[in-house]
């Protein structure tokens, strides 16, 4: 029950607030551009990995299996946003090893030539095992930067011993978000304007001035009725009851299923379906530990264990993770949404002026 | 250190002692007499500021005249673009920004205010009646060992209805109904937490300097203690009452913390703003253009108060 939970418990999901803490800690601290990699990279020694990811992405004991199995040591940084990472990385941070942006991203930083190309031979395990459909991605066609780690979708998550209507789309979402002003949602931009798009019948990454002029009017509608705007602990204040209702990822929800009565659903009108990728920063300093961990986390045990964890999509092929730790969770639609799901769904395809456009939605929406 | 007098010779006495000092300072300041620093002994200084201050206020002012190219690239296009993008909100009909900076300007004068109600009667404690001075001190300065934003954070736990203390005393649903947590009410409350040091110790440092028998000497002479608070003890205490204020109110107007973790990340004040821009949006040229106009105004706002500090320090 939520009269349990309190704010210590360990949150379980992809963006954690560890990383808004972070973040606002290293930028407070006037070191938010350069500062976090730069003195991580200065105390570096041969065999440290430094990871820089969402928190709670990875599951501790494989950090803990991975330094045992390599004695590479694994330093961790972590954002809640793939933006902030970006301007981590525009901003000339070095020394980041290994990162996890989502696809929109990871195909952005390719154009601005701030990854590493993979060396193929270190990842054997990556040719071996995963599924050839995620080998070769339109984010990165040639697979020549990336390699998958998760995918999973974007949809909404309501505590089912307190609502009593059973929700399936985005119009029940924005009801009942009125009726009850019980609803947080992720501090993202593309997910919360291309849901709402998608609620009105039009493109997840709909660039139409007028399209989106009547998402900023169902946005602003809206912002009075919301709890709070937080990538990192949304998922937390649904558990604890301050909130009832989530706009959020697939792991997050079934995470939250696990502690208190809840739901995630994929709404009816579609949605977003995201793939994150392991990346190599160019600064990266030490990118043979890089591949070392893309390819251990390949193992199927291992990337059982991951997505026992995590509870997002592994890209491995299906029947390697059976009789893994995630042999349970191959029937679960939350985690393998079916493929009449899927097809319903859009990868965030934004353009850069589409971008502008929705950040200034958004500032709007976070301002009024 | 300073040796306390008593009575009105006494104040006579010290009034030569000051005038001394301020001939002595005279004299440096001409070149004769007390001790003569080489020059270079203030490169340190220049160098420091110009490498930490000016260089990087350069690149704020040259971006904010650049223009995004593509996702994030900055093309240094010396254009008008974003302060007339600005303009337009602030005299447009939507006023967004405009109602940005207001909610900021508002945030910063009532964070300044409240740490100096409850700060003033604590500095004024503590310098004239508090036996432990030292101790009282110390339990002012501590919190700041603690991180900032965990003390952001503590209060999640405090303001939450299901606080332990709130169940045990059955106040949980008062809480509840009161609606504090991700609310303008939790940011205030936050602010006047972590900002009360700042003001509490410019004003002690003020106090205690003071000479407490002039307090005595003007209600011998027949003011009411009211009286004789505003026309010796305040006039004393501006000078702190100042740095205090200034010491809140311009960090605040950078403010972005509180309301991200007690606000719930959905009110924007100037410094959300501008995180926003530079962390999110990937806009920094627009991000450094509110930098500057928020320089701007703090510039206005630190003359105004220059002025007043000179005014104070003619009659003081």
């Known amino acids: ?368 | 250190m300073r040796p306390r007098f008593r009575g009105l010779r006494a104040t006579g006495i010290r009034e030569t002692a000051d005038s001394r000092l301020a001939h002595d300072n005279r004299g440096a300041r001409a070149g004769a007499g007390g001790p003569r620093y080489p020059g270079w002994l203030v490169l340190p200084a220049v160098a420091w500021h110009v490498l930490f201050f000016l260089v990087p206020l350069g690149f704020i002012v040259a971006t904010s005249f650049g223009t995004v190219v593509g996702f994030s690239d900055i093309a240094y296009t010396w254009s008008l673009d974003n302060y007339r993008y600005l303009w337009d909100d602030v005299v447009g009909e939507l006023h967004i920004y405009r109602d940005i900076f207001f909610a900021t300007f508002k945030l910063s004068i009532i964070g300044t205010l409240s740490t100096l109600v409850i700060g003033f009667p604590l500095a004024y404690y503590i310098a004239r009646y508090a036996k432990h001075k030292t101790l009282l001190l110390l339990l002012v300065i501590v919190p700041f060992w603690t991180s900032f934003l965990i003390r952001a954070y503590a209060w999640l736990i405090v303001l939450d209805p299901e606080f332990p203390l709130f169940r045990a005393l059955g106040l949980s649903d008062f809480v509840e109904r009161q609606g504090i947590l991700f609310s303008e009410k939790a940011i205030y409350i936050g602010v006047a937490y972590n900002y009360l040091p700042l003001m509490v110790l410019p004003l002690y440092a003020a106090l205690e300097r003071m000479d407490w028998s002039l307090v005595d000497a003007a209600q011998d002479l027949g003011d009411s203690p009211l009286r004789a608070f505003r026309r010796v003890t305040l006039p004393l205490a501006l000078p702190g009452i100042l740095a205090g204020s200034l010491l809140v109110f311009i960090p605040l107007t950078g403010e972005y913390i509180i309301p991200v973790i007690l606000g719930g990340n959905k009110t924007f004040y100037a410094g959300s703003l501008i995180a926003q821009q530079f962390l999110e949006s990937g806009d920094w040229p627009l991000g450094s253009a509110i930098a500057m106009v928020v320089i701007g105004a703090l510039t206005i706002v630190l003359l105004v108060y220059a002025r007043a500090l000179g005014k104070q320090e003619q009659f003081g």
């Open chain 1, 1 to 368: 029950m939520s009269d349990e939970l309190t704010i210590w418990e360990r949150p379980v999901h992809r963006r954690g607030f560890v990383a808004g803490a972070t973040a606002a800690a290293l930028t407070a601290a006037g070191l938010g551009r350069f500062g976090a990699a730069d003195a991580l990279a200065a105390a570096e020694a041969e065999g440290t990995l430094f990871y820089y990811n969402w928190a709670q992405y990875v599951n501790p004991k494989t950090y803990a299996a991975f330094t045992k199995a390599t004695g590479i040591k694994v330093k961790k940084g972590f954002y809640d946003s793939n933006e902030t990472l970006a301007a981590k990385l525009r901003g000339g941070a070095r020394g980041y090893d290994l990162v996890c942006p989502t696809g929109y991203m990871t195909k952005e930083l390719i154009s601005e030539k701030r990854l590493l190309p993979l060396d193929w031979s270190q990842l054997g395990n990556v040719t071996k095992n995963v599924d050839p459909k995620f080998r070769r991605t339109s984010d990165d066609p040639k697979g020549t930067y990336s390699v998958v780690k998760d995918w999973g979708t974007t949809g909404f998550m309501y505590r089912t011993d307190k609502i009593k209507e059973r929700p399936t789309t985005w119009k029940e979402f924005v009801a009942l978000t009125k009726k009850y002003s019980k609803t947080t949602m992720v501090d993202s931009s593309p997910e919360v304007v291309g849901s709402i798009a998608t609620m009105l019948g039009y493109s997840y990454n709909t660039e139409n001035k007028k399209e989106l002029d009547q998402v900023k009017k169902v946005l602003l509608d809206l912002k009075p009725h919301i709890v709070a705007l937080h990538s990192s602990n949304y998922d937390t204040l649904i558990a604890k009851g301050q909130a009832w209702m989530g706009l959020g990822w697939n792991g997050d929800g079934l995470a939250l299923a696990g502690k208190v009565p809840a739901q995630y659903v994929v709404a009816r009108e579609g949605g977003e379906i995201w793939i994150d990728y392991y990346n190599i920063p160019a600064g990266a300093s030490n990118p043979d530990a890089a591949h070392a961990w893309i390819n251990f986390v390949y193992q199927p045990r291992i990337a059982g264990l991951e997505t026992s964890y995590t509870y997002y999509g592994s890209p491995l092929k299906r029947s390697l993770l059976k009789g893994t730790p995630a042999g349970k969770l191959l029937a679960d639609k939350v985690v393998f949404p079916p493929a009449a799901t899927v097809k319903k769904l859009e990868t965030n395809q934004v353009s850069a002026n589409g971008k502008r456009l929705r950040e200034r939605i958004w500032t709007e929406f976070k301002a009024s």
